[in-house]
C-alpha cells in the first residue's frame, strides 16, 4: 500500500467545481478563467512559429527574446533590474514556478509564514519540500495582514514568506505602508519571500500594484511570480515566469531543469513577439475588468448576498448569512444544482478549513454571462432549501 504525502489532501476544489457546474449545466463562475479569447495577433504568432521551426526544445531558462522583453516590462512599470541571463526563468504557470521556489529553498522542518486564506498549491508545495507552515490569517472582514501577529511569528526556523497581491480569493490588494511594514519584519533575518503576483494587472479604482519589484530592499531576497495566463487571457496555455536575484535563481534553475526542463517553444516566442509589438497591451486591463467588477455588483443589488469590496483580481466574494447557515462547502452545491450557478466555498482556500459563510464568482465572464448568473442569484432566497439534494 501507498503512504500518501498528501493524506488530507482531495482533488483541488477548482477542479471539482467546473466539473459539477459541467453536469448540471450550471454557470460556471466558479474556477477561475476567462471567457475571452487572447489577442487574435497572439495565435497567428504561435501559428507562424510553429511554421517557422520552433518546435524542438526552448533553452531551459526559456526564450531569450521573452526574457528580455519580461526584463524590459518590469524594468518600466517597477523600476526594477532583473538580468534575463541570470534573473529570470520561463516557467510552466504560477503554479509551477510556486512549486519550484519552495522546492529549492524549503529544507525539512524549515517554517514558512502564509496568510490565510491562500490559493491551494501554497501548502501542499510547503508540506511537499518537508516544510511546516505557519499560518497568520488575514484578517476578518477586511483581509488585511497582520504585521505585529507575523513578526510575532518569526523565529530561527522560519524560511520564507509567501504573499500574494491583488489576492485570490478576497480581491484585496496591499498597499506601499504593507510592503513598508513587511521590510520592518524581515530586516536583519534571512527570511526569503515569494510574491505571487499573477493578478499585477487587475487592479481598480487607480490603484498602483504594490510589486516587490518596486523595492530594492525587499527584491534582493524575493522571488517574484506572475503569469501571462492572466493578462492575456490565455490561462490554458500555463505560461508564467520567475524573477529573483541570481543566487537565488541559480538555485531556482537546478530545480526547475529537473521539474520541467523547459517550457513551450512556439508560445514563448509568440508572447516575445507580442509582448515588442504592443508592449503596454496590459494598460486597459484593468478598466476592462472593472466595468465588469461594476456591472456584476449592479446586477447583484438587492439580492440577500453580502458582496465584500473588491480591490483587484476577477473575483467577487459574496456572503450568504442572510440566506443560509449551510457550510460553504455543500451551499455551493446547492446552488450549483438548485440554482444553476456555480461558486467556490472559500473555506477551500483555509488551510484549517474555517468556514465564514462565503464565496467566490469570477467575473472573467461575458456581460450575458453575467446578467445571465445573476438573474439566477436573484431568485436566491431565504430560507435557502432546507431539504438536502441527493
Ligand atoms: N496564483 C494565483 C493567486 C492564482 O489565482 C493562480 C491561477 N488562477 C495561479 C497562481 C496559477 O497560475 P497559472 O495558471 O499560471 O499556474
Ligand atoms: N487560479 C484559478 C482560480 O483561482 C484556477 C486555477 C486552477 O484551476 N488550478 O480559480
Redesign the pocket.
Known amino acids: 500500500m501507498i503512504v500518501s504525502k498528501l493524506p488530507q489532501v482531495g482533488t483541488t476544489i477548482f477542479t471539482v467545481m467546473s466539473r459539477m457546474a459541467a453536469e448540471c449545466g450550471a454557470i460556471n463562475l466558479s474556477q477561475?478563467f476567462p471567457e475571452f479569447s487572447p489577442p487574435k495577433r497572439m495565435l497567428d504568432l504561435v501559428s507562424r512559429h510553429m511554421s517557422d521551426g520552433a518546435n524542438q526544445y526552448a533553452p531551459m531558462a526559456g526564450d531569450p527574446g521573452l526574457r528580455d522583453a519580461i526584463s524590459r516590462k518590469v524594468k518600466r512599470l517597477y523600476g526594477g533590474s532583473y538580468d534575463p541571463e541570470k534573473e529570470i526563468t520561463v516557467t510552466a504557470?504560477?503554479?509551477q514556478a510556486?512549486f519550484t521556489a519552495i522546492a529549492a529553498c524549503v529544507h525539512p522542518g524549515d517554517e514558512v509564514i502564509l496568510f490565510p486564506p491562500v490559493?491551494d498549491s501554497y501548502l501542499p508545495a510547503v508540506l511537499l519540500a518537508g516544510g511546516k507552515p505557519v499560518c497568520v490569517p488575514l484578517s476578518f472582514p477586511g483581509y488585511r495582514p497582520d504585521w505585529q501577529k507575523t513578526a510575532d511569528r518569526i523565529t530561527p526556523r522560519t524560511r520564507m514568506i509567501l504573499l500574494?497581491t491583488p489576492h485570490?480569493p478576497t480581491g484585496t490588494a496591499w498597499k506601499e505602508s504593507d510592503l513598508q511594514a513587511l521590510h520592518a519584519v524581515v530586516q536583519g533575518t534571512s527570511v526569503l519571500l515569494l510574491a505571487?503576483e499573477?493578478y499585477e494587472h487587475v487592479l481598480y479604482d487607480s490603484r498602483p500594484h504594490q510589486s516587490l519589484a518596486r523595492f530594492p530592499e525587499l527584491r534582493e531576497r524575493s522571488f517574484l511570480v506572475s503569469?501571462f495566463?492572466k493578462t492575456y487571457h490565455m490561462?490554458g496555455w500555463?505560461i508564467?515566469y520567475c524573477l529573483a536575484p541570481g543566487e537565488l535563481m541559480s538555485e531556482f534553475r537546478k530545480v526547475h531543469q529537473f521539474n520541467v526542463f523547459a517550457v513551450n517553444h512556439p508560445m514563448q516566442r509568440a508572447i516575445a513577439d507580442f509582448m515588442a509589438e504592443v508592449p503596454d497591451f496590459e494598460t486597459g486591463l484593468s478598466a476592462f475588468y472593472q466595468a465588469k467588477r461594476d456591472f456584476f455588483r449592479a446586477q447583484l443589488e438587492g439580492t440577500p448576498f453580502t458582496l465584500m469590496p473588491c480591490e483587484g483580481t476577477y473575483f467577487q466574494l459574496a456572503g450568504y448569512e442572510k440566506i443560509s447557515g449551510m457550510a460553504d462547502r455543500d451551499f455551493v452545491v446547492e446552488l450549483t444544482r438548485r440554482y444553476g450557478v456555480a461558486a467556490i466555498p472559500v473555506s477551500a482556500f483555509h488551510p484549517g478549513g474555517e468556514d465564514r459563510r462565503q464565496i467566490r464568482f469570477c467575473f472573467a465572464k461575458n456581460e450575458s454571462t453575467l446578467a445571465a448568473a445573476a438573474a439566477r442569484l436573484r431568485a436566491v432566497s431565504a430560507p435557502f432549501p432546507l431539504e438536502k439534494t441527493s
Do not use: M, P, Q, R
Request: hydrophobic fraction near 20%; avoid cysteine.
Open positions: 477561475g504557470g504560477a503554479t510556486i490559493y500574494n485570490n505571487d499573477v503569469s495566463g490561462t500555463k508564467g
